[in-house]
């Protein structure tokens, strides 16, 4: 009698099948209950092809690429006068000439092959570089970097050769320190240079272009090294900052300027510094190849006629494209990445939340 007792308060102690499952659908799920962590946040040392609309991008470059290249066609034209030069000479000099001989439009002679050159070959430019610094079966960025700037001006320097030989004409032409060529449209420029001397002509000064390109890639490859190296101080240089920088002044700047991820002041520094360092080694490949492409005969010895001084004519010149171009690449090449990224949408609270640590 007892053993049958205690088998039914046993049978009454275990829950049927039907109470388990009944208690299982009330226990939350172990998924519901987990916090799953932010997804990773793209930054400019970071953000790649993968993580951009390549269409907007490449739209976006076209635009910085004609704005940037509008602006600077006074300066360029300084420089390739003062480059076909045989004898020093100054830019204001060259300025003052421009302006007494032409006027203001004087100034932007050789435009529209330049321009047009510039946004055609960026393009092609820059969506090598893009593509191969994620592609290339490298581990190092820095390295990819450098690799995908080799192959991105092996393949645009072609394109932009002949808009750049036709433009450079232009910008010489009819001054004291060219008198080989009258000026011309472009369409007549072009004409005239392949009746007279070939069509090999167009590519005069592709071939140094190309033997020089793996410099492009060594300034890709200070670019990223510097880039990188400053975004990972940016923690630290920005505590230190917060305690000299007034409150009031901190509040005042725009994220951009105090981002840990994509700060437009470090990247237009960056950019800067690269395009100095790598101007300075490449200004007598400027001298030569520009005295290459306007010059109808080929002096046999620079160095023996001119000296070794020769080689940095317009040095001034181009360390000011390179801090200005510098910083404006840093700030259009990032920004444009930046503006195409397509993974903004999904880490945008913890980006912002990143953006805030520097004050």
């Keep these: 009698m007892s053993s049958s007792n205690e088998d039914a308060s046993d049978s009454a102690l ?198 020089v390109a793996p410099l492009t890639g060594a300034w890709w490859f200070v670019y990223e090294y510097f880039k990188r190296l400053v975004y990972g101080a940016a923690p630290a240089i920005g505590a230190r900052l917060s305690a000299v920088v007034p409150q009031s002044v901190q509040l005042c700047l725009p994220p951009c300027c105090t981002s840990a991820t994509d700060n437009v002041l470090v990247n237009a520094g960056v950019g800067a510094a690269a395009s100095m360092v790598i101007g300075l080694i490449m200004n007598p490949f400027y001298v030569l190849r520009l005295r290459l492409q306007v010059g109808k005969r080929i002096e046999g010895d620079v160095l023996k006629n001119e000296g070794v001084r020769a080689l940095w004519k317009g040095l001034g010149g181009n360390l000011l494209v390179g801090v200005v171009g510098g910083c404006s690449f840093g700030f259009t090449y990032e920004g444009a990445k930046q503006f195409s990224d397509i993974t903004q949408g999904a880490g945008s609270e913890a980006a912002a939340a990143v953006q805030r640590r520097i004050p």
């Design 14 to 211: 275990q829950p049927s099948p039907r109470d388990i499952l009944l208690e299982m659908s009330t226990v939350p799920r172990l998924h519901n209950t987990l916090e799953l962590p932010p997804p990773p946040i793209t930054s400019a040392v970071t953000r790649s092809w993968s993580d951009v609309d390549p269409l907007r991008l490449m739209m976006t470059f076209g635009v910085t690429s004609f704005s940037y290249s509008f602006l600077g066609q006074p300066i360029f034209l300084v420089i390739a006068r003062q480059q076909c030069c045989t004898t020093r000479v100054s830019a204001a000099k060259v300025l003052q000439e421009v302006r007494q001989s032409h006027g203001f439009r004087g100034l932007y002679r050789g435009a529209g092959a330049a321009i047009s050159g510039t946004v055609l070959s960026e393009l092609v430019y820059y969506f090598l570089v893009e593509y191969w610094k994620e592609k290339l079966p490298l581990q190092e960025r820095e390295w990819r970097s450098f690799g995908a700037g080799l192959l991105a001006d092996l393949g645009s320097t072609p394109v932009f050769n002949p808009f750049a030989v036709v433009s450079q004409v232009q910008m010489v032409a009819g001054s004291s320190y060219s008198s080989e060529h009258n000026y011309m449209s472009a369409a007549r420029t072009t004409v005239t240079l392949v009746r007279e001397q070939g069509i090999s002509c167009l590519f005069r000064g592709t071939l140094l272009t190309l033997v």
